[in-house]
């Protein structure tokens, strides 16, 4: 009984596992959902810091600039998920 329920359990370990490599290709992040997503980020963040500088009394606040390091590993994380679950 007990190697029944230990090859049930890996059975389902390995179904979950096929399931979250499948999941981006069926339903596919869309760079308009990503640029929402985005917008709504920076606005929270400009809100954010527009009530701290005016606690603190300074002048508003821009946000920071992403480096050319960050772009370029946002870049090679979009290159990965163009991967599509694929191993070798």
Do not use: F, I, N
Request: proline share 5%.
């Amino acid at each position: 009984m007990t190697d029944d329920k230990a090859r049930t359990v890996r059975a389902l370990q390995m179904l979950g596992q096929r399931v979250q490599h499948g999941l981006p290709k069926l339903a596919p992040v869309s760079q308009e959902s990503l640029a929402k997503v985005r917008a709504a980020v920076r606005q929270q963040w400009e809100a954010t810091h527009r009530v701290q500088a005016q606690s603190e009394g300074s002048q508003t606040v821009s946000p920071p600039k992403k480096t050319k390091q960050q772009q370029q590993s946002k870049s090679k994380s979009q290159d990965r998920s163009q991967d599509h679950g694929h191993s070798y």
